[in-house]
């Protein structure tokens, strides 16, 4: 059994910790819940992308059960906040780009990315890019799109959608993105049910992007007692 030290930070804040495991997923999962854990209890302020938020718990569950989605592709996650799920990515895609649009959550997440490549330990960070992304900005996405000619394999999201007036943005971002990587690229989309007006308007507006919207069988399920899901999405 090999011992593994991991590092990240959050807040302004660093901590690791040392596992023994002899399995590379269990031992990201474990990663993932130390994380959790420890932010869910330092969080003394309201700074949306400092917190790991219930879908996070969600998305990294399934793609540690189905990791061969993973294996040697290029992700872009929308709305990265302190990194975990890209982070967990980065153990099995060839490529990360993970992106936000807050400065100070930008910070953390660069931090997150450097301590992760400079770990001792034997997970591969290698190709964590931290990019500032503010959903509908065109001008960010192409320069993200120069950098990244071929586009990605998947985009992914998790617990993202909490602000109305953000939704329409979303898709916009998320359907320029597909289209440049036709017909390869899918939207993986952690989503928590927490009001009916924002399930609808999630449905609504991927449709009317002109999206392929499908629930992934099996994903439904209570994560801190909120209805969690599994969305696939695709262009027509």
């Known amino acids: 059994m090999k011992k593994k030290r991991i590092s990240f930070a959050w807040m302004n804040h660093s901590s690791s910790m040392t596992i023994t495991s002899s399995q590379p997923l269990l031992l990201g999962l474990m990663f993932f819940s130390f994380i959790a854990s420890k932010l869910l209890r330092t969080a003394d302020f309201d700074l949306t992308g400092q ?8 998305l990294n569950d399934y793609l ?14 929308l709305g990265s906040g302190v990194g ?9 895609c060839r490529k990360v780009v993970l992106t936000d649009h807050n400065e100070e959550v930008l910070k953390i ?4 990315a450097e301590l992760c490549v400079s770990t001792q330990s034997s997970i591969s960070c290698a190709g964590l890019k931290p990019k500032k992304l503010e959903w509908g900005n065109s001008d960010q996405l192409n320069q993200i799109l120069l950098e990244n000619p071929e ?4 985009v992914l999201g998790a617990d993202i959608c909490f602000q109305q007036s953000s939704i329409p943005l979303l898709f916009d971002t998320v359907k320029q993105l597909l289209v440049h990587a036709a017909p390869k690229c899918k939207f993986i989309l952690a ?11 999630v449905v609504h507006e991927a449709i009317r992007h002109g999206l392929q919207i499908n629930e992934v069988d099996g994903t439904r399920t209570l994560v801190k007692n909120l209805e969690g899901v599994i969305f696939e999405i695709t262009l027509r």
Request: proline letters at 2%.
């Open 109 to 112: 997440l660069k931090k997150n």
């Open 191 to 201: 989503y928590v049910s927490r009001a009916k007006v924002m399930d609808t308007l």
């Open 84 to 92: 975990i799920t890209g982070i967990l990515c980065s153990r099995f």
């Open 151 to 154: 586009g990605f394999d998947l």
């Open 51 to 58: 917190l790991v938020w219930p879908g996070a718990v969600l």
């Open 64 to 77: 540690a059960k189905n990791a061969g989605i993973l294996q040697g592709c290029s992700v872009i996650e």
